[in-house]
């Protein structure tokens, strides 16, 4: 077997297979909402640091999640764009790996940005007068930190054990980017490792979180139901529903994806999934924080006032 084995240095991305007037209407379609994704978060991340009344530890952790998005779309988009107006939909085999890295590197910064975010909300409401204390500016740059070093760390090992193996065909991919499931089945050996710390992985890094996210909010509710103020109870709970719209979507498609039995999902339906925490997550996040965010709305007002102005 050794002998007949063709080692890959390029792999074809089959994307959607649909026909060119489809694939054309895509493309535009996708495009719109690339650029909307770019532009939501970067007027987030914008606000943010301009406002000084966004300097707080919520909007701190907000703008990294609007890095993870912008990235995390950035790392997957433009090649499935390239692909739908090109018929030679080819990657090399490093860059396929670096794409596959990348956006595990990034899911995973996003996971845990998302838990840090709720957990900042379960302090300012059930423990407000500790807040300051609890959520420093150390606690929370430690936090971002650890977020985004223990991610790259856990997608390096992925890369370590995807590299181990020996790739020697089919040279195509059903897929419109480098996804982990999809490039385990390129090896010519078993991946049973690889799909163990896939599942440890998911675990640790979805399922732990998203309860430690419904304890925090099953809290958070708690305490929101005993607030006297009506102002006060609004306020929290149009922060908090925001974040708990953001966390449905990600950790909810994400577990359909990876965790859900096999049959359930196939391929094409696996596309659509990618597809919605890819693209369509990222470019959500900006609005429903800025839609459903008193304080994102007024900043933004306040900015294009100044604009006015000058």
Same mark, same amino acid.
């Given at each position: 077997?050794?002998?007949?084995?063709?080692? +890959?240095?390029?792999?074809?991305?089959? /994307?959607?297979?649909?026909?060119?007037? !489809?694939?054309?209407? !895509?493309?535009?379609?996708?495009? #719109?909402?690339?650029?909307?994704?770019?532009?939501?978060? /970067?007027?987030?991340?914008?606000? +943010?640091?301009?406002?000084?009344?966004?300097?707080? $530890?919520? =909007?701190?952790?907000?703008?990294?999640?609007? +890095?993870?998005?912008?990235? =995390?779309?950035?790392?997957?988009?433009?090649?499935?764009?390239?692909?739908?107006?090109?018929?030679?939909?080819?990657?090399?085999?490093?860059?396929?790996?670096?794409?596959? @890295?990348?956006?595990?590197?990034?899911?995973?910064?996003?996971?845990?940005?998302?838990?840090v975010m709720s957990c900042d909300r379960y302090v300012a409401i059930c423990?407000?007068?500790?807040?300051?204390?609890?959520?420093?500016?150390?606690?929370?740059?430690?936090?971002?930190?650890?977020?985004?070093?223990?991610?790259?760390?856990?997608?390096? #090992?992925?890369?370590?054990? +995807?590299?181990? %193996? $020996? @790739?020697?065909?089919?040279?195509?991919?059903?897929?419109?980017?480098?996804?982990?499931?999809?490039?385990?089945?390129?090896?010519? &050996?078993?991946?049973?490792?690889?799909?163990?710390?896939?599942?440890?992985?998911?675990?640790?890094?979805?399922? /732990?979180?998203?309860?430690?996210?419904?304890?925090? =909010?099953?809290?958070?509710?708690?305490?929101? %139901?005993?607030?006297?103020?009506?102002?006060?109870?609004?306020?929290?709970?149009? &922060?908090?529903?925001?974040?708990?719209?953001?966390?449905?979507? @990600? @950790?909810?498609?994400?577990?359909?994806? =990876?965790?859900?039995?096999?049959?359930?999902?196939?391929?094409?339906?696996?596309?659509?999934?990618? !597809?919605?925490?890819?693209?369509?997550? $990222?470019?959500l996040n900006p609005l429903i924080y800025s839609l459903r965010n008193a304080?994102?709305? /007024?900043?933004?007002?306040?900015?294009?006032?100044?604009?006015?102005?000058?």
């Amino acid at each position: 077997m050794e002998g007949n084995q063709t080692w +890959i240095t390029d792999i074809t991305l089959l /994307g959607f297979q649909v026909g060119s007037a !489809l694939e054309i209407l !895509l493309c535009g379609l996708f495009s #719109v909402f690339y650029t909307l994704t770019l532009l939501g978060n /970067g007027v987030i991340f914008g606000i +943010i640091c301009l406002d000084s009344k966004l300097h707080t $530890p919520m =909007y701190f952790f907000l703008s990294h999640l609007a +890095i993870v998005d912008m990235s =995390y779309a950035s790392n997957n988009v433009p090649k499935m764009l390239t692909n739908l107006m090109n018929k030679k939909r080819t990657i090399s085999f490093l860059p396929c790996i670096m794409q596959t @890295f990348l956006y595990l590197a990034f899911a995973h910064i996003e996971c845990l940005i998302l838990v840090v975010m709720s957990c900042d909300r379960y302090v300012a409401i059930c423990h407000p007068l500790r807040y300051n204390v609890l959520m420093s500016w150390r606690v929370c740059t430690v936090l971002a930190v650890a977020s985004w070093v223990f991610s790259f760390l856990l997608a390096l #090992v992925h890369l370590v054990l +995807i590299l181990r %193996l $020996p @790739f020697c065909g089919p040279h195509e991919i059903n897929h419109f980017f480098c996804e982990i499931l999809s490039v385990l089945k390129l090896a010519c &050996t078993d991946t049973w490792l690889n799909q163990i710390v896939i599942f440890a992985a998911c675990v640790f890094i979805l399922v /732990g979180p998203l309860c430690l996210v419904l304890v925090s =909010y099953s809290c958070i509710l708690v305490a929101m %139901l005993r607030i006297q103020s009506g102002e006060g109870r609004r306020k929290a709970f149009s &922060t908090c529903s925001s974040h708990l719209c953001v966390m449905g979507l @990600f @950790f909810g498609s994400a577990i359909v994806m =990876y965790m859900a039995p096999k049959s359930r999902h196939p391929e094409e339906q696996q596309k659509v999934l990618s !597809l919605f925490y890819s693209l369509f997550n $990222p470019m959500l996040n900006p609005l429903i924080y800025s839609l459903r965010n008193a304080e994102v709305k /007024g900043a933004l007002r306040r900015a294009l006032r100044k604009e006015r102005l000058t």
